[in-house]
């Protein structure tokens, strides 16, 4: 756990540290004036919290007066707070097949690995499956990730119908008894109707087998609040479940994770924080939020 919360606050040092600069400057102060709401507004944007969430801090602190018990940086958490209408405490996936999807470049691959690398140091057993069809860079880097973590993989390189290697794998892994079947797809962009058919049948082809699955789509934590529009465009095909936010380490702007979770009200899975295996940490809202703005 304790590895958990360094990892979740190391992934956000680039986000927490203009939060944490502002709010330093109002130590000590019971009220702030025009000039540093307009500060604390700009930096809250560039964390990309989104333009409502930005909007009621800013409406919430101005003309406020803080009593003795309170700092502004608690405040904030709160509101924060106030703006998830889910359940968002950290549990883990229940479903034992996952379905992995996004855009292409997001991190699918690496998180289908890591994912795969979670549940196995947790001691289940693991079946990775490479359905990407276009990439063969993609099935090649997933099955050298699979023979490091020593897990089983499946993917077939003569077919092209991804539909028929998820129909396999599901098949494989449930045979051989793995207790999480993880499947990488190709990337997509939404807005390609062939592409996005494709994943429908995938999804049909999956939901043939008497297993619960989930879908989880995969988004760059740096794209901001086009992350949104991927969701939106995704689900209209195929019904998202989850999200896992990836590169959390190399942007400043890790204040999507609550924007996401208001607009969308799914959950977060995981937060992806670097290029290795472990380098993926299960969403805690409560650590997520002290990682935004505690000092360490
Ligand atoms: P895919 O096309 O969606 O399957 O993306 P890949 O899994 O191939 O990842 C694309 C690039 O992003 C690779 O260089 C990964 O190492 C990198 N990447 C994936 N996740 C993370 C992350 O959480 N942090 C960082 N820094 N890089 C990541």
């Not at 991804?162 to 794998?169: K, L, Q, R, T």
């Not at 995938?202 to 989880?216: E, H, L, N, P, Y």
């Not at 190399?250 to 979770?261: C, D, E, F, K, Q």
Request: include cysteine; glycine fraction near 8%; aromatic fraction near 8%.
């Amino acid at each position: 756990m304790f590895n958990f919360i360094k990892k979740t606050f190391s992934g956000l040092n680039k986000t927490r540290k203009n939060i944490v600069n502002t709010f330093s400057k109002f130590h000590g102060k019971k009220y702030l004036t025009d000039d540093e709401i307009s500060e604390l507004e700009s930096i809250l944007f560039q964390s990309d919290l989104g333009y409502d969430i930005v909007d009621n801090i800013v409406d919430n602190f101005r003309g406020k007066t803080l009593s003795s018990d309170e700092s502004w940086e608690t405040k904030f958490i709160e509101l924060l707070k106030k703006q998830i209408p889910i359940k968002c405490s950290k549990s883990d996936i229940d479903e034992r097949v996952i379905l992995i999807v996004g855009v292409n470049g997001t991190g699918k691959t690496t998180t289908s690995a890591k994912i795969a690398n979670y549940y196995k140091n947790k001691g289940e057993k693991v079946s990775l499956v490479g359905a990407d069809t276009y990439r063969a860079a993609a099935v090649e880097q997933l099955s050298i990730w699979a023979d490091r973590l020593g897990v089983k993989y499946i993917s077939n390189a003569s077919t092209k119908d991804p539909a028929s290697i998820v129909f396999d794998g599901i098949n494989a892994g449930l045979k051989d008894g793995s207790d999480r079947i993880i499947i990488d797809t190709a990337g997509r962009l939404h807005n390609s109707v062939n592409l996005m058919k494709e994943l429908e049948k995938v999804c049909k082809i999956a939901g043939k087998f008497d297993q619960s699955m989930r879908v989880v789509l995969v988004v760059d934590s740096n794209v901001g609040q086009n992350g949104m529009n991927q969701a939106l465009e995704f689900n209209k095909f195929i019904p998202i479940d989850s999200l896992v936010l990836t590169k959390m380490d190399g942007t400043a702007r890790g204040g999507i994770a609550v924007s996401l979770i208001n607009k969308l009200k799914l959950p977060i899975d995981f937060i992806g924080v670097g290029e290795q295996l472990d380098d993926l940490v299960p969403f805690d809202l409560d650590i997520y939020l002290e990682g935004l703005i505690k000092n360490e």
